[in-house]
C-alpha cells in the first residue's frame, strides 16, 4: 500500500480540540468514531496504558480501545502523559521513543510506537475518512516526526510519515487521509503510530487522537 497524503492545519493550541474534528472549508465533516484526548496524566513514568488512556469519545456503534504504548518504548524520565500547562494548558502524550529511532524507519523496525484498535458493534461496518491528531516536537531539536501504519496490511507500509515542523506549546494539526476504498466495510482495524527523534530524552508530544467517518449496516 502505497503512503498517502496528510494535509496539514495550524491552529492556535486553545482552539485545537475545540475545533475537531473541523479542518477548514471545503472539508466535509464526518462522524467522530473514536477519539482520545488523554485528560488525566499518569503517575507512573512506566504506565503503558489503562487510566488515562481511554477513548473519551466513540460512536454508538463502535468500539474503542485504550491506547496502549509498545514495550519498544523506553520508560521515560518523564510520564508518557505528562500535564504540560500552563505550556499547553492540558496533558499531552509526550512519547520519547530513545536513541534506536532516529528516523521513520528505524523508529518502524525498532517498534517505538503507540496503538489503538477500532472496532464496529456487531452487524456494523466502518468508513473511515481520516485520522488527526495534533503535535509538536518537545524541543528544537530535528528531525522529528511520526509513521503511522495499520493491521490492514500486517504494518507492513506507510499510510503517512511527516516531520514535526513546531515546538512546544505551538500544536499542528494533522490529518492523514483514509479515504481509500480499503478503509470502507471495516469490521476492526488497529493503527500504530510510530515517533522518531535525533537522540533519547528528546519527545514528540500528541493531543486529540481522532478517527472520523461513519458506521453503517
Known sequence: MASRV???????PFLLSLMFP?????????????QYTFPTPTSDPSQRTGPGFAATTVDDYALASDVSLSDGLPVPGENFIDDRSPMYGRPV???DPGGSATNADQAVANGRYFEFTLAAEDGFFLDLDNLMFGGARGGSGTPRGWV????LDGFANNIATADMTTVRADLKLYVVDLSDPAYTDLTEIVFRVYTYVPSGGQSVEYVDVTVNGFSHQ
Do not use: E, T
Open 93 to 95: 502524550l509526550r512519547i
Open 148 to 151: 503511522v501504519r495499520s493491521s
Open 22 to 34: 473541523l479542518i477548514g472549508a471545503g472539508v466535509v465533516r464526518a462522524d467522530v468514531l473514536v
Open 6 to 12: 496528510f494535509r496539514p492545519r495550524f491552529l492556535a
